[in-house]
């Protein structure tokens, strides 16, 4: 499994982006995908995930701003951002869930200006 995050940058306060993850992999052994985060000093943090099944989960902090979405005749995972914060600059990994583990992309930076 493989994974390519790509869309990341610096936008300003209340602006968006939007994150793009290619994966590469049999699809039916994935049970789930999504994005995390890492902001300097901090632990890795779940941003937002969607099952096999199309069931999706947000953090608190991202509900009703973040939207993570799949197109699946190219298997690429999406995360849009919107109304970003200061809070949000981190750096952003998408991940695969397996049976047997986890694979992580390389990560994409975020920085949202004040």
């Known amino acids: 499994v493989q994974l390519e995050e790509s869309g990341g940058g610096l936008v300003e306060a209340g602006g968006s982006l939007r994150l793009s993850c290619a994966v590469s992999?049999?699809?039916?052994?994935?049970?789930?995908v999504g994005w995390s985060r890492q902001a300097p000093g901090k632990q890795r943090e779940s941003v937002a995930t969607?099952?096999?099944?199309?069931?999706?989960n947000y953090a608190d902090s991202v509900k009703g701003r973040f939207s993570i979405s799949r197109d699946s005749a190219v298997y690429t995972i999406y995360l849009q951002m919107n109304s970003l914060k200061p809070e949000d600059t981190a750096v952003y990994y998408c991940?695969?869930?397996?049976?047997?583990?986890?694979?992580w992309g390389q990560g994409t930076q975020v920085t949202v200006s004040s």
């Open positions: 969607i099952t096999a099944g199309g069931t999706t």
């Open positions: 992999a049999n699809i039916r052994t994935i049970n789930a």
């Open positions: 991940s695969a869930a397996t049976d047997w583990r986890d694979y």
